[in-house]
């Protein structure tokens, strides 16, 4: 390949990348071009459910991130029936 060829894993300049989820929730059309641009076969009748699913996780995710962690030891610390 030489350098003038892009990537294969380079997407096309004929599909606009999509912009990064943001805090706002993810809508079904805009799960089933992310699923796509993973290469993911989203059928059209599970888009909600996945926009549901991820707007879930995030939710989650921004719950954890505002949790202080400060004096816990990593997990690796940890000796099961050890206390």
Not at 42 to 48: E, F, G, I, T, V
């Amino acid at each position: 390949m030489s350098s003038a060829e892009p990537s294969p894993a380079a997407p096309s300049s004929a599909e606009p990348s999509p912009a990064a989820p943001s805090s706002a929730e993810l809508t079904p059309p805009e799960a089933a071009r992310w699923a796509a641009r993973a290469g993911l076969p989203l059928p059209d009748d599970r888009h909600a459910a996945v926009a549901a699913t991820a707007d879930h996780i995030h939710a989650v995710v921004a719950v954890l991130r505002e949790l202080d962690f400060g004096d816990t030891p990593p997990a690796a610390a940890y000796r099961a029936g050890k206390e």
